[in-house]
């Protein structure tokens, strides 16, 4: 699977993928699945929706370079405000794989859902962050 994210990628390409949730013993528990258009679908979606989770996300190093790493202020969705920072950049490409290539674990002691309203309340504030912060 990480053969198929090199093959599509390059400097300036996040490659995002569907995925399985599965339980503690490996049981199917449904698809994680989402599809857009093109990259300003993406942009939107994104900005609008938070549909999408870092675990089936490759993120081309150079991006890291020229965008910089994920934030440390933040005690969570750091991932979500870097994502967001990168529909900001230039030249940043979002491709999709229309395929599982990967399986997300669901279980009892996740920290998403523990913290759940945590984050959920954090949404609005990384995005009024990053519009003052970088001009959205």
Known sequence: LVEKKLKISDD???????????????????????????????????????????????????????????????????DYYWILRSTLSENVNYKFIPEIIYKKRIHQIRLSDQYSNEIIANIPVIKKEIMDTYGK
Do not use: Q
């Open 12 to 78: 300036n390409t996040i490659i995002l993928g569907c995925g399985d949730k599965i339980d503690k013993d490996s049981k199917f528990l449904g698809a994680i699945k989402f599809f857009w258009d093109n990259n300003s679908d993406f942009i939107n979606r994104v900005w609008n929706d938070c549909f999408i989770g870092m675990t089936g996300v490759m993120i081309p190093y150079a991006l890291f370079n020229r965008i910089g790493v994920f934030p440390e202020h933040l005690r969570y969705s750091e």
